[in-house]
């Protein structure tokens, strides 16, 4: 055992002890104290589009040994402004200059605090962990110096592990340079221009970039992109030329006179794709304005509720962007007051005193075919539309989420308002208006909410900030919904990362924990998530912990209730082949004992009785498994009840099940005093 700053760290891998030779003694947490992590394919890393910068290659050339090809120090630290593009750098510098051998695995830092003692630790393995959480993050001297110490086991593993920090995390003037550590700086993202070709050239689209060069307004719009703003701009190209196409290849639809316009050509789409229109909203939401007129921009408030509409809707009969629209203006404030109302009009007479909502909808930029349909073919402004709002009015951010939630037409992640929910509220990169969006909309609206989150969880930028909301979430009654909607939709995902699987599995288990009244609805989930392969190792896992007192007994209790439902070839699962680590019988006896769970346990035992009840073998074999439970401590009531509920049941012999059981439970001198017919009456 090897001590750390206090922290005991143990030892696993292909350990063979040879004293002062730490190549054959690995040090080894207990797997439940380490960072999990996703390997990733060296392959794919190298295939992955990559730009390096004239400072890139400075940075670059400080890490690597130009003789050894290797890094110079095991462990490295990368400071870099947020969103620069460090963990992309981290990744690629460790696929190119560790051994073909070695290991590449980019760690999830699950903690409170960062702690050398969470850190892995096996052979020729290259790690990659983000230092980004406000809050969870802070790098302390403590840290580096436990660090230093962790950096010569790391050599003498022929392993490596690069940390990225943001740079507003590495405040403290003792942060520097120790033994086995690089400490370098990451100022600036490469051109972005020329990332944006990079991915492009990698999807495949070629002659797109010919044509994004020969737009110079457009590549105007690319330069002092962030690396992540830059990356979003070519899925932005990308998104533009698609939808040009698409059009382009569409038949013309006729128009009524005055409202014809000349299709839009690739350079206009994408140029209107990459510009941010802050000049033009700027002017659009100017200076108040009851009425329009068309020598002022400025939109009145009607419209501008019309406006972020059609921001979200995109194409959609007018009907729909009309009602969405004065949605909207109601959610803001009482429609009667509004500033569009004449006076001395009704509100209704007032409307239709005014522009009719075509003439509305084409002065703000979308037109009406001869079907009705609004077509408001401007992805990329609606969004900045929303932006720009979102950014400019703060009194608006919660009429906004409130309003995006009713216009939100179920809780698929690709719904537009929950799109335009999910980015709005990921925007800066914090949770603030994430947590503002559950005390909105928490216990009213917990399977939009937990589409909403599910993006955020699975935003590289906000991931963990994310969790850590739901963390507190699963302890309120209110949110409990929510989180486990979203859990069980991250876990139902069998390609999701083991770290991601994890984090829901805890929250399910805080849910469970803290909120009695939701132990109901985590245990709908586990039956959902029992009849899936890939999460049973994950329900098993939960009552091992459960048995061995490591997790709350709630959710372990809960997990095997799951587990009962498992039937692979329609006999139980724990009835034929129970795993190892589990006691059925124990488990059982915990459950029928207590009045929290004897209801429900029974219920499943008799679905397990009823499924064996005509083999011979399996019938003999489940009894022998339930007779231990039922003669367990206070297990009469427990026994008399569930007799009661096999009544009715036979055996292929013809047997009454209910009086084969009671013959085995009951002693002959005692069955005068408790008949069987008397108790279960």
């Given amino acids: 055992m090897h001590e750390t700053d206090g922290a005991a760290t143990h030892v696993y891998g292909d350990p063979e002890v040879v004293a002062h030779h730490i190549e054959q003694v690995i040090l080894e947490t207990r797997k439940r104290d380490l960072l999990e992590g996703v390997e990733q394919s060296r392959e794919r890393l190298l295939d992955q589009p990559f730009v390096r910068g004239p400072h890139w290659d400075l940075v670059w050339e ?68 983000d230092l980004k959480h406000p809050d969870n993050d802070q790098v302390s001297a403590d840290f580096l110096n436990a660090l230093s110490k962790h950096a ?51 999807y495949g689209y070629d002659q797109l970039v010919m044509s994004l060069r020969s737009f110079s307004t457009a590549t105007t719009s690319l330069r002092g992109l962030t690396a992540v703003a830059a990356v979003r701009a070519a899925h932005t190209v990308v998104m533009a030329w698609k939808e040009h196409t698409r059009t382009s290849s569409q038949q013309s639809f006729i128009q009524a006179e005055g409202e014809g316009e000349a299709e839009s050509t690739l350079e206009d789409r994408i140029i209107a794709a990459l510009t941010d229109w802050r000049g033009e909203l700027d002017s659009r939401f100017g200076e108040m304005n009851s009425l329009h007129t068309h020598d002022n921009p400025s939109l009145t408030v009607e419209d501008r509720c019309l406006l972020l509409a059609l921001a979200v809707q995109q194409s959609a009969p007018m009907p729909i962007v009309a009602r969405s629209a004065a949605a909207l203006l109601a959610a803001i404030g009482d429609v009667h007051d509004a500033a569009y109302t004449a006076p001395g009009l009704s509100p209704t007479l007032s409307a239709l005193a005014g522009r009719g909502t075509r003439r509305r909808i084409q002065d703000i930029g979308g037109r009406v075919d001869l079907q009705d349909t609004v077509v408001f073919d401007r992805p990329a402004y609606g969004r900045a539309v929303l932006e720009y709002v979102w950014d400019n009015y703060d009194a608006m951010r919660k009429p906004l989420l409130t309003w995006l939630v009713t216009t939100a037409q179920n809780a698929d992640p690709e719904d537009h308002a929950v799109a335009a929910l999910a980015e709005l509220t990921v925007r800066h990169g914090t949770v603030d208006y994430l947590t503002e969006l559950g005390e909105l909309v928490g216990s009213s609206q917990p399977e939009v909410l937990g589409a909403v989150l599910e993006k955020a969880v699975r935003n590289e930028h906000v991931g963990r900030l994310a969790w850590a909301a739901l963390y507190g979430w699963a302890e309120q009654k209110s949110y409990a919904p929510a989180v486990i909607a979203l859990c069980q939709r991250i876990l139902e995902d069998s390609s999701v990362a083991s770290s991601l699987a994890k984090r829901a599995m805890v929250r399910l288990r805080r849910v469970a924990h803290k909120n009695t009244d939701a132990a109901g609805q985590v245990l709908a989930a586990f039956d959902d998530l029992a009849q899936r392969p890939t999460v049973i190792k994950r329900l098993v896992s939960e009552v091992q912990g459960w048995q061995q007192g490591k997790v709350s007994a709630r959710s372990g209790s809960l997990a095997f209730l799951a587990l009962m439902t498992v039937r692979p070839d329609s006999a139980p699962w724990l009835v034929c082949t129970p795993p190892q680590d589990i006691d059925v019988q124990q488990a059982l006896n915990s459950l029928l004992s207590s009045s929290d769970t004897a209801a429900q346990v029974i219920s499943r035992l008799t679905d397990w009785v009823r499924s064996c009840a005509g083999d011979p073998s399996a019938y003999t074999q489940l009894r022998g498994q339930l007779l231990p439970a039922l003669r367990g401590h206070n297990m009469f009531e427990a026994g008399m009840k569930l007799m009661n509920e096999l009544r009715g049941l036979s055996t292929a012999d013809g047997v009454s099940v209910a009086d084969d059981f009671y013959n085995h439970l009951v002693d002959s001198r005692l069955r005068t005093v408790f008949p069987l017919e008397e108790n279960l009456t």
């Fill in 62 to 129: 400080q890490i690597v040994n130009p003789v050894t090809g290797r890094p110079r120090q095991p462990v490295i630290v990368i400071v870099a402004p947020r969103s620069c593009g460090s963990t992309t750098f981290a990744l690629r510098l460790l696929a190119e200059h560790t051994a073909e051998e070695t290991t590449v695995v980019q760690l999830d830092a699950d903690w409170a605090t960062p702690r050398q003692g969470r850190l892995p630790l096996e052979k020729a393995h290259a790690y990659q962990l």
């Fill in 152 to 202: 010569s086991h790391l050599r003498d593993c022929r392993s490596y592990l690069a940390l990225t920090v943001a740079q507003d995390l590495w405040k403290d003037h003792r942060l520097s340079d120790r033994d086995g550590i690089q400490v370098v700086h990451l100022q600036e993202a490469p051109d972005a221009q020329r990332v944006v070709e990079a991915h492009l050239t990698a």
